[in-house]
């Protein structure tokens, strides 16, 4: 079991039971076991993985997306460039 992210990367965080944790969050801490979900009792076996400026929650990689690098040009660029081939 490998985990997706990586200590001090930059993820997003997506989560329907903590809303007012959505956001951009550095990964702190990494670790693979078992962990109690946010709204029940149940155990979850597998990667958690905590955040800076949550607490002392752990989340799980279903919450969690990766922050892609914004491109080199604007979307209005790149239509441009699209429609307007160079020839070779």
């Known amino acids: ?8 990367e930059v993820v997003i965080l997506q989560s329907v039971e903590c809303p007012e944790f959505n956001g951009d969050h550095s990964v702190t801490e990494i670790r693979v076991g078992t962990f109690k979900e946010q709204s029940s009792e ?7 993985y905590r955040l800076g400026g949550t607490g002392d929650e752990w989340w799980c990689e279903s919450a969690l997306r990766k922050k892609h690098q914004p491109g080199e040009q604007s979307f209005t660029d790149l ?5 307007n081939p160079v020839s070779v």
């Open 1 to 8: 079991m490998n985990p997706k992210f990586s200590v001090d």
């Open 42 to 48: 149940l155990s979850v076996e597998g990667i958690g």
């Open 79 to 83: 239509m441009a460039s699209l429609k």
